[in-house]
């Protein structure tokens, strides 16, 4: 199994800059596609960013594409989201996730293994 541990959440004002990183445990880690859900109070799961198992692709969300990154390190067990220029409406529990299968159309019930997840507020 896979265990995911995310950090580097906050409160942050509007314009600023959040990275959010996920450490996962044991060797399997290059084994699985990984990428960020959020959850916004009141609403449901939504996928932000996905990257392939080597990071050779990487897909992001309209709604925060050109603002935030994905990128991970096999070597260390890591997978990070960058975001920048973050506004009010990125709110939400980011939550790192793996699976077998990845993209942004991989609905939440698809994927294996879930972190804890970490709050991100936005202030404006």
């Known amino acids: 199994q896979v265990q995911l541990v995310e950090s580097g959440g906050g409160v942050v004002q509007a314009g600023g800059s959040l990275r959010l990183s996920c450490a996962a445990s044991?060797?399997?880690?290059?084994?699985?596609?990984m990428g960020w859900f959020r959850q916004a109070p009141g609403k449901e799961r939504e996928a932000v960013a996905a990257?392939?198992?080597?990071?050779?692709?990487?897909d992001i969300a309209d709604s925060v594409k050109g603002r935030f990154a994905i990128s991970r390190d096999n070597a260390k067990n890591t997978v990070i989201l960058q975001m920048n220029s973050l506004k009010p409406e990125d709110t939400a529990v980011y939550f790192c996730?793996?699976?077998?299968?990845?993209?942004?159309?991989?609905?939440?019930?698809?994927?294996?293994?879930w972190g804890q997840g970490t709050q991100v507020t936005i202030s404006s």
């Open positions: 044991g060797r399997t880690f290059s084994s699985y596609h």
């Open positions: 996730a793996a699976g077998l299968t990845w993209g942004l159309t991989t609905p939440p019930g698809r994927v294996a293994y």
């Open positions: 990257i392939s198992l080597t990071g050779t692709s990487t």
